[in-house]
Every structure is written in C-alpha cells, then in structure tokens.
C-alpha cells in the first residue's frame, strides 16, 4: 500500500450531474497531483499543488473541473455538469519536494473510476 | 510540448525471453524518464529513474532502461522476464527538475506466459 487514499474506488453518475472525489496523499508529501487515464491511453496530467497552492493547471482542465487542497493535506477534485467524455480513471499522486530532485519519488493512489450515463 | 511514444502496445511472451520495451520522447531539453509499473489490480509503481549521470540506469526486480540522449530514448530491458512481470508497463517523462507536469506514454502490456 502507497499510503496515497482515494475516494471513492467508484463512481457512477448521470450526465449534467456534478461529483466530487478525494485524495488524501501521504501525510508529510507536500506535492499533490492529479491525473486522468482513459481507456488505451497513459494517464494525462490535470494539475499539481504544492501545499494549497495550485501551482500548474493543464489546458484539459475546463471550466467545469475545479481542484483545491484547503490545508495543504487532502485535495478534491469537482466537475460539474459532469459529460459522457468525463468517463475515466482519476489518478492522485503525492511526493515530498526534495532538495536534490533525483530523491523525489511519486506515489499513485488506486484512482476514482468514473463512468457517466 | 513533450510527448512520449511507446512503439509497442501489446507483448506476449514466455518466461525466460529478453524484453525490450521502446520508448521515445520529444523534448529537445534536459529531461528526466521514467518507467513506471501497473500490475493487474494494483496502483501505478516507479520501475526505475535517470535525472543525471549514468545513463544505464538499473531499477527493482532486475529491469533496467539506457538513456540515448542522440536518439531521445529510454528503452527498458530485462534480461530474463517472469510471469510475475505480466503488467502495463509506462514510460514518462518531465521537465529536468522534477515531478512537474509529467507527461506518459500510452503503456505497453506485457504478457509473460509460463
């Protein structure tokens, strides 16, 4: 176990719907991330923080996707008005910002599997 | 913008075989590659790692991958593989200097039959 928790493993929602998922990274990781993987793809960077700051947003991330980490522990990430093409895997990561980068190490939780109907 | 390609989408193959898993990247940069492991069931794992130095890089469970800077590579090899090593198996890469903004390639699945 990565130690990195996602909730929750499933989610099934109806289009025009809005959800919400959770991360909660390794305790003392002070760099959280998420990423979505669909079918046949690897998984495409969303956004990064490194406490509560949101530091990188990726150009994926629409208007409807919104992610915020309030304390600098836990993150969660929103769509609303959720479409068919939301359907995939949410990965969350965290790592320790390292002073020497070759020591960083990212650690991938078990994801949020979303379908929409 | 960065992209990495892995040529092989599917491999099958019988225990004791060599593998060798490509991987190419766009950036023109100073990079750091990674390969990372998903076995069935469970969460994405760092194989292995360059950021500097060595470009041979050796990782867990006997894998290792060689960094050609001319050629924008990042092969990952093994020289005897296991039905234990039947995974997804993905190469990335970010900008040198960290965990930013990693960008993966589509992953290989590798069968390794008894």
């Known amino acids: 176990d990565t130690g990195v928790s996602q909730d929750p493993r499933h989610k099934i929602t109806k289009r025009g719907q809005n959800v919400t998922f959770r991360c909660d990274p390794i305790s003392e990781h002070n760099r959280l991330y998420w990423y979505r993987q669909t079918l046949g793809q690897g998984p495409e960077f969303l956004t990064y923080f490194q406490n509560e700051a949101q530091l990188e947003k990726s150009r994926l991330l629409s208007d409807r996707f919104s992610a915020e980490r309030p304390k600098g522990s836990f993150s969660t990430l929103e769509i609303q008005r959720t479409e068919q093409g939301d359907s995939a895997m949410y990965l969350c990561a965290s790592s320790l910002r390292q002073t020497w980068a070759t020591n960083e190490k990212l650690f991938f939780g078990s994801g949020t599997q979303l379908s929409v109907l | 913008a960065q992209s990495v390609s892995q040529h092989n989408h599917h491999v099958i193959l019988s225990e004791a075989a060599s593998l060798e898993l490509g991987c190419n990247y766009s950036?023109?940069?100073?990079?750091?590659l990674f390969w990372y492991v998903q076995y069935p069931g469970q969460h994405l794992q760092l194989l292995l790692k360059y950021f500097s130095g060595d470009p041979l890089v050796k990782g867990i469970k006997g894998f290792e991958a060689e960094f050609i800077k001319s050629k924008f590579s990042f092969n990952l090899r093994k020289p005897s593989v296991q039905w234990s090593d039947t995974a997804e198996y993905f190469c990335?890469?970010?900008?040198?200097?960290?965990?930013?903004?990693?960008?993966f390639g589509t992953g290989t699945k590798l069968q390794v039959i008894p």
């Open positions: 990335a890469v970010a900008y040198s200097g960290g965990y930013q903004k990693v960008t």
């Open positions: 950036y023109g940069g100073t990079v750091n």
